[in-house]
């Protein structure tokens, strides 16, 4: 079964919608990550949550927006949708909070704006 | 800031020939050094990592050893499979749980 789920596995939206990223995990883990991998940049780091509150912010901009409504889930709200913001959106999620802590990541939400 | 610089975008290798991925990186302090693999449709899975000075990290014929004072991390394998071809990542942690990637590398091994 299935330890990381993230909905939708694919995504299309069109400029200026808004649209959820939906991210859940069954790993008994306190702290959850966003990340995202689009074809110019590698892997990059967006946000950490631990214990439900926000850790790290590493995205300049106020469109996306975390949410996490339970312990085990961290959900990416991104409004006023570019072109830019296509990519493949990595939640990750890890015992604790700490630097030697190893992070598990979920088969990704492969995002397309139009 | 933080980053990792991995040499080669892509090796192509036939199966049993020796495998080393370069990987340097940059901290202002003593990081957490990874190596994670990424196969088609599936998010990054770790390795191993490293944490202190001349630390040996290993996993299924992988390994690399954190060495400080080159600030490198560079990995190694004997031996390659078809089964390893795959994107590999180094990458850094430090004092906090942000993990810096770097560009990654596409292994292929060819039968």
């Known amino acids: 079964d299935p330890k990381i789920i993230q909905k939708p596995k694919y995504l299309v939206a069109v400029t200026g919608s808004e649209k959820i990223l939906i991210c859940e995990q069954y790993l008994g883990h306190n702290a959850m990550y966003w990340y995202r991998q689009s074809a110019k940049k590698p892997l990059e780091f967006m946000f950490s949550?631990?214990?439900?509150?926000?850790?790290d912010n590493q995205t300049a901009s106020s469109r996306f927006q975390p949410q996490s409504s339970k312990k085990n889930h961290l959900d990416l709200q991104i409004t006023a949708l570019k072109p830019d913001d296509s990519a493949t959106y990595f939640c990750?999620?890890?015992?604790?909070?700490?630097?030697?802590?190893?992070?598990?990541f979920g088969p990704g939400t492969r995002l397309t704006v139009l | 800031g933080d980053s990792v610089t991995q040499t080669e975008g892509q090796v192509a290798l036939s199966e049993e020939d020796f495998l080393t991925i370069h990987c340097n990186y940059s901290a202002s302090g003593y990081p957490t050094l990874f190596w994670y693999v990424q196969y088609p449709g599936e998010g990054p899975q770790l390795l191993f990592r490293a944490s202190r000075d001349k630390e040996k990290g290993s996993s299924r014929g992988f390994e690399a050893t954190y060495d400080k004072g080159t600030t490198s991390f560079h990995l190694r394998k004997a031996s390659v499979q078809e089964s390893d071809s795959a994107v590999y990542y180094c990458?850094?942690?430090?004092?906090?749980?942000?993990?810096?990637f770097g560009d990654g590398t596409q292994l292929v091994v060819k039968p």
């Open positions: 990750a999620s890890s015992q604790e909070g700490t630097a030697y802590a190893e992070q598990f």
């Open positions: 949550y631990s214990y439900q509150k926000l850790m």
């Open positions: 990458a850094l942690s430090e004092g906090n749980n942000r993990i810096f």
